[in-house]
Structures are given as structure tokens and as C-alpha cells.
């Protein structure tokens, strides 16, 4: 294997990399996206159910007790 060669398969392993870095991170800020939307909606409902007062004491047991 001569050095040209070698060199040709690692610049083809660097590229490779680099796309799939790329795919890792894109693929990262989709999940992270998603997560906050479910992050604001789960505190959108919390507040919701706060606010209705439809929560118990710590104390306090479930009416179907």
C-alpha cells in the first residue's frame, strides 16, 4: 500500500466522520427541541391542575378510597 493510498483511505474515514458527527448533532438538537416543547407542556399542565385545584394533600387519600 503506498502512502497515496493510505492517505486517500484516511481522508475518506475523516469524511465520513465528519458527516456522521453532523447527523449525531443535528439528530441532538431535534431531541433536545422536542424535549423542551414536552418540558412547557408538561409545566402547562401542571399549572392547569394546580390552578383547578384537582390535587391532593400529601395526607389526603383518593375519593375512590
Not at 19 to 34: G, N, P
Not at 52 to 57: I, P
Request: aromatic share 4%; proline share 3%.
Amino acid at each position: 500500500m503506498t502512502d497515496a493510498e493510505r492517505i486517500d483511505g484516511l481522508e475518506g474515514q475523516a469524511a465520513f466522520q465528519e458527516i456522521t458527527v453532523q447527523q449525531l448533532s443535528d439528530a441532538l438538537v431535534q431531541q433536545q427541541r422536542r424535549i423542551d416543547a414536552l418540558e412547557e407542556k408538561l409545566e402547562q399542565l401542571m399549572a392547569n391542575r394546580t390552578s383547578e385545584g384537582d390535587h391532593l394533600r400529601a395526607d389526603e387519600k383518593p375519593p375512590h378510597y
